[in-house]
């Protein structure tokens, strides 16, 4: 890809509460763990210490109803989030009886967590394997994250418009929005083409003034995106008609898999905002 193609950021994200719904941001730091305030709480299931989260619907299939955000902005100190419940409740996370409130919400023993547990893992629902001993897999978190962080694997993950895109080509009867895949950083990549985002996988690229990523993978997918998230509907063939067609070979995995948008590793921290300009460099 040229460096001269016009790459900009539109939008950014963080999701407070681990697979929760979260908040967008006209700005945001980045550091060496990705974006400030980014995934720093979970929920933990008291009855198998894994960290909960919506990869597996089948057992928690209303996770996409909650929604988190920070009562103050992120900073060195943790500020308390704002929890949303389906009902409209809404619940501090620093209140004395916050995790009988969640546990009732959810119906299951939960508590709310700051710092994952030793060897932390999720379970992952894979629909392809339906009624099969193996739809339901562990997997470990925070691959190649800080140790004790929320992350499925790395703490920074971008998808491009030009994803997109191909995705409502291939499948045009879905809808594809930014909320469906859940990155940090939504990037402008208008002029170009398909999944162009593969291509970078290996490369720097440089943010606004200061921010230097090295994108390290492609974004393997399971059935996340496919689950109903406020007004956008469930859908099985944003899986099956549109992310299996794109099947880039995932370094971490040593293998090809269904993948839309690329994991990132911070470099050099700094401020990003949207319509900051990107270089993509060898």
């Known amino acids: ?3 001269q193609a016009t790459i900009t950021v539109s939008t950014l994200w963080r999701y407070p509460v681990k697979s929760m719904m979260g908040e967008e941001l006209n700005g945001t730091h980045v550091t060496l763990g990705g974006v400030v305030g980014d995934r720093s709480y979970a929920l933990i299931d008291s009855a198998t210490n894994k960290v909960i989260s919506a990869k597996n619907p089948k057992k928690w ?3 996409f109803s909650f929604r988190a955000a920070y009562t103050a902005q992120p900073d060195a100190t943790l500020p ?3 929890i949303h419940l389906p ?3 809404v619940l501090r996370s620093d209140a004395a009886d916050v995790n009988q409130q969640l546990s009732a919400a959810l119906g299951s023993d939960v508590t709310l967590a700051t710092q994952a547990p030793e060897a932390a893992t999720l379970e992952q629902y894979w629909p392809e394997y339906d009624g099969e001993s193996n739809e339901i897999s562990s997997e470990a978190v925070a691959g190649d ?12 993950h971008l998808l491009t418009t030009s994803s997109i895109a ?7 009867e879905g809808r594809f929005e930014v909320r469906r895949f859940r990155p940090n950083m939504m990037i402008d990549t208008s002029g170009l083409e398909g999944f162009v985002e593969n291509d970078w996988v290996g490369k720097t690229i440089k943010i606004g003034d200061t921010l230097r990523l090295r994108i390290s993978d492609p974004c393997p997918r399971c059935v996340m995106p496919t689950l109903a998230q406020g007004d956008l509907p ?4 944003i899986l099956k008609h549109a992310v299996m067609k794109n099947r880039p070979f995932v370094p971490f995995a040593g293998k090809e898999l269904p993948s839309v948008g690329v994991y990132a590793q911070v470099l050099t921290a700094g401020w990003v905002k949207r319509g900051d300009s990107i270089v993509i460099e060898d």
């Open 87 to 89: 009902n409209g409740d």
């Open 166 to 172: 191909a995705m409502q080509k291939l499948y045009p």
């Open 61 to 63: 299939p209303d996770f």
């Open 145 to 156: 994250a800080p140790q004790g962080s929320f992350f499925d694997y790395a703490a920074l």
């Open 234 to 237: 469930q859908d099985n063939g």
């Open 1 to 3: 890809m040229s460096n």
């Open 80 to 82: 308390a989030v704002w």
